[in-house]
């Protein structure tokens, strides 16, 4: 028969203890349940967020530029005019109807001055001229107009003048 011979233990470290994380300031202990994790309080930073999207589209439309308010949010001017792209589309049509009219009318009185310096031959009041045409156009929506437009007018004259086979 075999006889046993003990086992000799040897002492053994012991493990560190798991760091738990304190609780939030504004998390009451008592109504925390063992097990659960605390939630994080996003409500504070999308109000915050909210809110600097609404400055930067009033400051917008007050005139200030996209890089003033960008360098006043501490952002990219890229950011920005995403913030306002997603401002625009989230406006009500009647109300949009407002703010481009309020666009157009600052358009037009830049655009006096400008015209008549363009037509006096300066160079750089011509380029001003066209931008501020251009602006116009995408505000008005000319430019998301139909392609084949005059084609279809052409074709039409056509017909009214040479008959309608197409025949002088």
Do not use: N
């Not at 798991?18 to 994790?37: C, N, T």
């Not at 009033?58 to 308010?69: E, S």
């Not at 310096?117 to 001229?129: E, N, P, S």
């Amino acid at each position: 028969m075999s006889t046993c011979t003990p086992i000799e233990h040897t002492a053994v470290a012991a493990l560190p203890a798991a760091a738990v994380p304190a609780l939030p300031a504004d998390m009451d202990p008592a109504e925390y349940a063992l097990g659960d994790a605390p939630r994080p309080r996003r409500r504070a930073k999308r109000l915050d967020r909210l809110t600097r999207r609404a400055e930067a589209f009033v400051l917008h439309r007050t005139g200030v530029d996209m890089t003033t308010i960008a360098q006043r949010m501490d952002v990219h001017p890229k950011t920005v005019q995403r913030w306002i792209r997603e401002e625009v589309q989230r406006i009500p049509e009647e109300e949009a109807q407002a703010i481009r009219a309020i666009e157009l009318a600052r358009l037009d009185a830049i655009l006096v001055p400008q015209m008549r310096l363009a037509l006096a031959g300066d160079g750089y009041a011509v380029d001003r001229v066209l931008k501020i045409m251009e602006r116009r156009a995408r505000y008005l929506g000319l430019d998301d107009a139909k392609p084949g437009g005059f084609e279809q007018v052409g074709s039409l004259l056509d017909r009214l003048v040479f008959g309608l086979d197409g025949q002088p």
